[in-house]
């Protein structure tokens, strides 16, 4: 399937020679596209207490990094000033912007981490830097030049509160216009300058390192483990260096650890409850004066479901995992609840089984998912 957001390039043909391999320019990926933001907008949302935000400052060659929340007289302070504002997470606060993030589910919703919103001034960049994670720079109202460089030189400015590139090498270069589209793999230094004030989307595909998942997996192992004994040593030899740590003793402990064992099935459930796990700033509220049950039932019916901005589904042989939470589903209902993670919404909900409403209304109750308004 071809698709206009890859500049006429099919899915498969964009995952197979550009994603995680080299960059890729989309002139009017989206025409006429100016984003769902205003600039005021955007700093409304960095004015409140729920969300994620960061002011990157360049003045006379020094940067300065502030993190949210600020007030709007922050921002007449900083008038004179070569600045630029981004907001984190914005899919967690728009509907408009979820709807965005949606035209990229070609690739799985367990690589997406945020949609993050950035406005400049003229003139106004965060550095040449690096990222580890897949992004897609969307540009909205304005113009922002673009350099690109696959240079392995990853040494950093000294003494600053950013990891900006000490030497940038610029190798191609772009001024992107609104509904212009740049994808870069992780690892290639890029650098944004406004033309004049602009605001970017950035849509953001997370990458975890190895120490982060393995380090994770620990975690989640330590409460499944189970394993009888007690240390014990009822043929102790007597040592002549009592502070040492004997090899008998390591022998032995190391025959302990071995006893951890996991399967697919552990690995599955964990990546489940891994990938699906609120971040840590992330709250729901739970419904204060909730309808009953059959009326929940009667308002789906007629109007359908949608998840929560802030929530993230997936789903597995039969295995739901939402916010960081597993569900094993009947058979019958799967294919129900497979749909509802993959579009967000559900519509034309009929004949459910008692375990199935049970359970999309205790999401409702604990803010999980809404019904649609209409």
Not at 250 to 259: G, M, N, R
Request: net charge positive.
């Amino acid at each position: 399937m071809k698709n206009n957001i890859l500049g006429g390039l099919s899915y498969r043909t964009f995952l197979r020679d550009y994603w995680q391999k080299k960059p890729l320019l989309v002139r009017n990926a989206l025409l006429n596209f100016q984003g769902p933001l205003t600039r005021d907008a955007l700093i409304n949302l960095a004015c409140t207490e729920d969300t994620q935000s960061r002011l990157i400052i360049k003045e006379n060659k020094k940067w300065q990094l502030k993190q949210g929340p600020f007030t709007l007289k922050d921002f007449n302070s900083f008038s004179k000033k070569k600045w630029t504002l981004l907001v984190q997470d914005v899919n967690h606060l728009l509907p408009a912007a979820r709807d965005l993030l949606l035209q990229f589910n070609f690739i799985p919703y367990s690589r997406l981490d945020d949609l993050m919103v950035s406005y400049a001034q003229k003139g106004a960049g965060i550095g040449p830097h690096f990222d580890s994670y897949d992004v897609f720079l969307l540009q909205g109202m304005g113009r922002k030049r673009w350099q690109i460089s696959a240079q392995k030189d990853n040494d950093l400015v000294a003494n600053i509160p950013l990891k900006i590139l000490n030497n940038f090498d610029s190798e191609q270069e772009w001024v992107l216009e609104p509904g212009d589209m740049l994808y870069l793999p992780p690892g290639y230094a890029h650098n944004g300058v406004a033309e004049d004030e602009c605001m970017t989307y950035s849509i953001g595909f997370r990458s975890a390192s190895y120490q982060e998942l393995i380090t994770q997996f620990l975690f989640y192992l330590q409460d499944k483990i189970e394993v009888n004994g007690i240390y014990s040593d009822p043929n102790i030899a007597l040592q002549f260096h009592p502070a040492r740590i004997s090899s008998t003793m390591l022998h032995q402990v190391k025959i302990i650890l071995d006893k951890v064992k996991w399967n697919n099935k552990d690995v599955k459930h964990f990546l489940g409850i891994y990938l699906t796990e609120p971040k840590s700033h992330i709250f729901f509220k739970q419904v204060l004066d909730p309808m009953t049950q059959n009326k929940f039932i009667h308002h789906i019916e007629k109007k359908g479901l949608q998840l929560n901005l802030k929530s993230r589904m997936l789903c597995r042989e039969r295995i739901v995992y939402l916010n960081g939470y597993a569900h094993k589903i009947s058979t019958n209902a799967y294919l129900l609840f497979e749909k509802f993670a993959d579009h967000q919404t559900l519509s034309r909900i009929k004949n459910l089984d008692n375990e199935t409403v049970t359970l999309l209304y205790q999401w409702y109750l604990d803010g999980y998912i809404e019904i649609i308004k209409t």
